[in-house]
């Protein structure tokens, strides 16, 4: 039987026979949530459900390859942080410079993290966290500046 691989972005590999498949998963090149479509009947597949490879040995648990880049994993829990502690910024420079330094570098790491995973966005979370931060510093010492120090 023959099955399709979803690769990036939703473009389809194959058909592909079974034993190729159970190859590629054995060296490494098929995740065990790699999707396998069917044509006949028209049906999804994950590769744990069809691969006797995965099924049938725990080695799997080592997956994925230490290069290989899970969809979930393209950075984008690290850009919610970084317009997080963009908010964060703003409104700690209000209350306490730390916090808005802080939360500023933070952000600055994580769009760091995400720009290595290659997400498309990374850049611009660099400079909003990095305008984000000097804005609250900004705030804090303007605070100072009209209202003094207590």
Same mark, same amino acid.
């Given at each position: 039987m023959d099955y399709f691989v979803i690769v990036d972005k939703g473009h389809k590999v194959g058909p592909v026979p079974k034993d190729t498949l159970e190859m590629w998963a054995k060296e490494g090149r098929l995740l065990p949530d790699a999707v396998l479509p069917q044509l006949e009947p028209e049906r999804h597949y994950r590769a744990i459900e069809v691969l006797d490879w995965f099924r049938s040995n725990q080695a799997f648990?080592?997956? $994925?390859? $230490?290069?290989?880049?899970? $969809?979930?994993?393209?950075?984008?829990?690290?850009?919610?942080?970084?317009?997080?502690? /963009?908010?964060?910024?703003?409104?700690?420079?209000?209350? /306490? /410079?730390?916090?808005?330094?802080?939360?500023g570098s933070a952000g600055i790491v994580s769009a760091r993290r995400a720009q290595r995973k290659g997400h498309p966005g990374a850049v611009a979370g660099i400079y909003a966290s990095t305008f984000c931060m000097l804005v609250g510093f900004s705030f804090q010492i303007a605070y100072l500046w009209f209202f003094g120090i207590d």
């Open positions: 648990a080592a997956y $994925p390859r $230490p290069d290989a880049v899970l $969809p979930e994993e393209d950075g984008s829990k690290e850009m919610v942080w970084v317009w997080v502690s /963009c908010i964060m910024s703003l409104v700690g420079g209000i209350f /306490c /410079c730390f916090l808005a330094i802080a939360s």
